[in-house]
């Protein structure tokens, strides 16, 4: 099938089937026209593509864990794949520290800023200057 039609069934655009090729997470053939065509495989591999890509995982992370689906009996791979995938889960966990840190100085600068929004609305109205 061509760039298009493998567009539609994924529901994933033509510039991110042409970016996955470019990483090395999709494969092509191409006609004597330099057009793309995949197999019928491709659907799936997209597929698995979009879940690495939701799961947080960089292009360049998933490009080590595909071989664990293309080869999938090679204990050697099984093992890059799972460090791989272990590495992510620490870097997502170090990311959810930092954001509730994140979160915990923004909801200070919150509460200050309630207390201050009390003061003034709490505060006698200046005098007016006579002339």
């Known amino acids: 099938?061509?760039?298009g039609e493998l567009s539609k069934r994924t529901g994933v655009s033509p510039r991110s089937l042409r970016y996955y090729e470019?990483?090395?997470?999709?494969?092509?053939?191409?006609?004597d026209a330099g057009q793309r065509h995949y197999s019928d495989a491709a659907v799936q591999r997209v597929s698995l593509i979009r879940q690495l890509f939701d799961a947080g995982m960089s292009s360049r992370?998933?490009?080590?864990?595909?071989?664990?689906?293309?080869?999938?009996d090679d204990?050697?791979?099984?093992?890059e794949t799972?460090?791989?995938?272990?590495?992510?889960?620490?870097?997502i966990d170090?990311?959810?520290?930092?954001?509730i840190e994140t979160?915990?100085?923004?909801?200070v600068l919150i509460r200050a800023n309630s207390r201050h929004r009390t003061e003034l609305s709490t505060a006698p109205a200046p005098a007016a200057l006579s002339a």
């Open 22 to 31: 470019e990483q090395g997470l999709l494969t092509s053939s191409r006609s």
């Open 82 to 91: 799972f460090t791989a995938m272990m590495r992510e889960r620490d870097r």
């Open 94 to 99: 170090a990311d959810i520290a930092h954001l």
């Open 75 to 79: 204990l050697g791979v099984a093992e």
């Open 1 to 3: 099938m061509r760039i």
């Open 61 to 72: 992370v998933i490009a080590t864990v595909l071989p664990c689906v293309d080869v999938p």
């Open 103 to 107: 979160r915990g100085a923004l909801d």
